[in-house]
Structure formats: structure tokens, C-alpha cells
């Protein structure tokens, strides 16, 4: 039973244009989420998130759209560039035990940006 | 060193050693995780410390065994594996809150069982 999927294994987008990975989740306890990078032979690194009391959360190139009706969150990224090239995994939260968080993965999107 | 340090990188051992994975953050969180990535899964969530205090353990096999001596370091020991414990196992840390933090993440122990 996976609560969190990313349907789309892989993306290829153009240099300069946008990027949109998409992200599922079936939990409604969900209330907090999160995207994050990871490079080969590099553990994770966090890019962005949001929390389940906002729509939309924007950093730079980046940003998050949380659609709670439909479940479904959203990463865009413009403009995209080659170091963006990556596996994209989406998480989320439903519970905090003494402080510290229960984080549920996707299976990743991976991102080649192209020139 | 900076952020989150995981030692060994990577790590062949047969069926019967006994091995310990290591972890050191650097970042002065107080709560620290122990994941497990399987070839096309995704990271599954195995312990977590929490003040140094086991608060979770993810249904794990007794053959794992974690151990948080103080809040910056993290181990895994590791005795009579399978094969099919291959993977990579990352460690992560965050600051312990009211509100919600992300989690920091090390590279990653490849592990290989024989």
C-alpha cells in the first residue's frame, strides 16, 4: 500500500523551459510535504516544502503547488537548467513522534534537462 | 567536516559477518533516521531517535540493530544479513520541534550481502 506516488519514472524537458513533476498522495492525515534532489552517489538534499494550511509555496526557481481535494502536489521549476538533471522524490508527514517526523518517499522522477 | 557523514561508503560482507554502519551529523539536530533504499522502491523509513531515545522502529528485523549514544552519532549494526538486504541505508537528521523541520541526509552506505 503505497501512500505517496510518483506515477511519471522519468521526465525530459528542455533547456529553459518549465518542469513540472507530479506527486500523489492517499493519506488525508498528510499534513506536511516535501520535495527533495538527489544526484548520483549523493544522499538526498531538500529543496522545498509546504504544509497543508497553504496552496502554494515559491522559492526562486522553484515552486510547490498543494492541491488538497485532489491530493495531489506539484513541483515547477522554471527556468529549467542542466544542473537540475536529477531524481526528484516527493515525501510527506503525517505525524510528529516526540519531535521527530515520519517522512513517506515516492519512488522518484528522474529529471534530464536537456541543451 | 559539514553536515551528515556516513562511513563506510560502501560495504561487502557474507551472510555471517557482523559489520556496523556509522553515522555522524554535524549540524546540531537532536533527532536522527535510519532509511533503507531497495533498487526501484522507495526510502523506507526504519528507526528513529528522537533525544536520544529510540521513538520508532518500522517493523525492522532484529538482524538490524540501531544505536544512538549521544544525538550526534548514529549506528547500525549489522549481523546475519540476507541478500536481500542490499541497498543503499541513509542516515538523516533533523531539529527537533513544535512545528515541522526537513531532514538532512548523509550519502548513503551501498551495502552488498553475499
Known amino acids: 500500500d503505497q501512500q505517496v506516488k510518483q506515477n511519471s519514472p522519468s521526465l525530459s524537458v528542455q533547456e529553459g523551459r518549465i518542469s513540472i513533476l507530479n506527486c500523489d498522495y492517499t493519506?488525508?492525515?498528510?499534513?506536511?510535504f516535501l520535495w527533495y534532489k538527489k544526484y548520483p552517489a549523493e544522499g538526498p538534499t531538500f529543496l522545498i516544502s509546504?504544509?497543508?494550511?497553504?496552496d502554494k509555496n515559491e522559492d526562486g526557481r522553484f515552486t510547490v503547488f498543494l492541491n488538497k481535494s485532489a491530493k495531489h502536489l506539484s513541483l515547477h521549476i522554471v527556468p529549467s537548467q542542466p544542473g537540475d538533471s536529477a531524481v526528484y522524490f516527493c515525501?510527506?508527514?503525517?505525524?510528529?513522534?516526540?519531535?521527530?517526523?515520519?517522512?513517506?518517499f515516492g519512488q522518484g522522477t528522474r529529471l534530464t534537462i536537456n541543451p | 567536516e559539514t553536515g551528515v557523514t556516513q562511513t563506510p561508503r560502501h560495504l561487502v560482507m557474507g551472510m555471517t559477518n557482523k559489520k556496523s554502519l556509522k553515522c555522524e551529523q554535524h549540524?546540531?539536530?537532536?533527532?536522527m533516521y535510519w532509511y533503507k533504499q531497495s533498487a526501484k522502491k522507495p526510502l523506507e523509513l526504519m528507526f528513529v531517535?528522537?533525544?536520544?531515545?529510540?521513538?520508532e522502529n518500522n517493523s525492522v528485523p532484529s538482524r538490524f540493530s540501531p544505536e544512538c549514544p549521544n544525538s550526534s552519532h548514529l549506528f547500525l549494526h549489522l549481523h546475519t544479513l540476507q541478500p536481500e538486504d542490499s541497498a543503499l541505508y541513509l542516515c538523516?537528521?533533523?531539529?527537533?520541534?513544535?512545528?515541522?523541520?526537513?531532514?538532512?541526509f548523509g550519502p548513503g552506505t551501498r551495502l552488498t550481502v553475499l
Open positions: 538523516a537528521s533533523s531539529q527537533v520541534t513544535g512545528g515541522y523541520n526537513e531532514q538532512f
Open positions: 493519506n488525508s492525515m498528510f499534513d506536511y
Open positions: 509546504i504544509s497543508s494550511i497553504k
Open positions: 515525501a510527506a508527514s503525517a505525524m510528529r513522534i516526540q519531535g521527530a517526523q515520519k517522512l513517506v
Open positions: 549540524l546540531g539536530h537532536n533527532a
Open positions: 531517535y528522537s533525544l536520544e531515545e529510540r521513538v
